[in-house]
């Protein structure tokens, strides 16, 4: 069975903290994505990567940078914190396969609180 | 940009009632489809997922999905739902953004599921 972990699954943070949420996927996937999760707003992409020290920027960076130096680990990073970013954090992997799509897994999700 | 719309945002049946969550996506080129649950206090987990082929998709737990592609709607269906069916529910679509396979995954906003015994 494929495992995605993260971390932390609940945090505490203040307005102006660096924030490090992690996460590690044990399936040697290529891909890997960040996704917060808000009430009516369903999932919305942050940032995903689709190998070691490659990313892209997803619908919503801003406020946001990723880190991914080994394949199975890729990191999310708020550089300074704010109540705006309150929400629950998920992460996913899946396989790249040419012409073909691949389903993602996800993380158990982090929810953040910042206060 | 590719978008999905699930009208239904927060729907109550009685168990042994049929199920009808709407789906539609907005995209020109060729997609791929997913519903995706997740349940209380639980990770996201696949339902089911459309490639190719038969339109009429069946996933875990008896849901089945339906690929309209005149309509863009890939509508979840369960003719009898159970108390254990209360959770979130998420459309997605997933297009190709690159000539080397890589994907992105665009979610609808979810339909919440209360099943009432």
């Known amino acids: 069975d494929v495992k995605v972990t993260q971390s932390s699954r609940y945090l505490v943070k203040r307005t102006g903290e660096k924030v490090f949420l992690e996460c590690v996927q044990d399936?040697?996937?290529?891909?890997m994505f960040w996704y917060r999760q808000d009430p009516g707003l369903g999932l919305r992409l942050i940032y995903f990567?689709?190998?070691?020290?490659?990313?892209e920027k997803g619908d919503i960076p801003e406020g946001y940078s990723v880190s991914r130096e080994k394949k199975e680990r890729f990191s999310l990073i708020l550089e300074s914190a704010s109540t705006n970013q309150t929400s629950m954090y998920l992460c996913?992997?899946?396989?790249?396969?040419?012409?073909?799509?691949?389903?993602?897994?996800f993380g158990p999700g982090t929810r953040l609180l910042v206060l | 940009a590719q978008s999905v719309s699930q009208h239904n945002h927060h729907v109550i049946l009685s168990e042994a009632a049929s199920l009808e969550l709407g789906c539609n996506y907005s995209?020109?080129?060729?997609?791929?489809l997913f519903w995706y649950v997740q349940y209380p206090g639980q990770h996201l987990q696949l339902l089911l997922k459309?490639?190719?082929?038969?339109?009429l998709v069946k996933g875990i737990k008896g849901f089945e999905a339906e690929f309209i592609k005149s309509k863009f709607s890939f509508n979840l269906r369960k003719p009898s739902v159970q108390w254990s069916d209360t959770a979130e529910y998420f459309c997605?679509?997933?297009?190709?953004?690159?000539?080397?396979?890589?994907?992105?995954?665009?979610f609808g906003t979810g339909t919440r599921l209360t099943i009432i015994p």
């Open positions: 996913a992997s899946s396989f790249t396969l040419a012409g073909d799509y691949e389903t993602q897994y």
């Open positions: 459309y490639f190719s082929g038969d339109p």
């Open positions: 997605a679509v997933n297009v190709l953004i690159s000539n080397f396979g890589n994907e992105k995954l665009t």
């Open positions: 990567s689709y190998d070691v020290k490659m990313k």
């Open positions: 399936m040697d996937h290529e891909n």
């Open positions: 995209y020109g080129g060729t997609v791929n």
